[in-house]
């Protein structure tokens, strides 16, 4: 059974940083993509970032120059490093990967149980 948990959210103030990780476990043969989503209260989830198993990333818009993914390939594990936090960054932010699980052909969706992050003006 494959799971990932979430690490480092929190309350911050405006201008300041917090670090999220995410750790895979479970039987994985392989992941692809890694990365963050995030939801507001009111509004749907968001792509934030994600990190290719080869090191190619993308970011949102709203989140450039200010964020940035990594990973540990090792340690199937995924960081997202976030500078300059605003009060629009509030959100749960939830940790996404594409695993193929030991013993199965294709790739699945997985999804971690969510980390509040909370920026305050």
């Known amino acids: 059974q494959v799971q990932l948990v979430e690490s480092g959210g929190g309350l911050v103030q405006a201008g300041g940083s917090l670090r999220l990780s995410c750790a895979a476990s479970?039987?994985?043969?392989?992941?692809?993509?890694m990365g963050w989503y995030r939801q507001a209260p009111g509004k749907q989830r968001e792509l934030v970032a994600t990190l290719t198993s080869g090191g190619s990333p993308y970011y949102a818009d709203s989140v450039k120059g200010r964020f940035t993914v990594s990973r540990d390939n090792a340690k199937n594990t995924v960081y997202l490093q976030m500078n300059s936090l605003r009060p629009e960054d509030t959100a749960v932010y939830y940790c996404h990967a594409d695993i193929r699980p030991t013993g199965l052909t294709f790739s699945y969706e997985f999804w971690g149980q969510g980390t509040q992050v909370t920026v305050s003006s």
């Open positions: 479970g039987s994985i043969f392989s992941i692809k993509t």
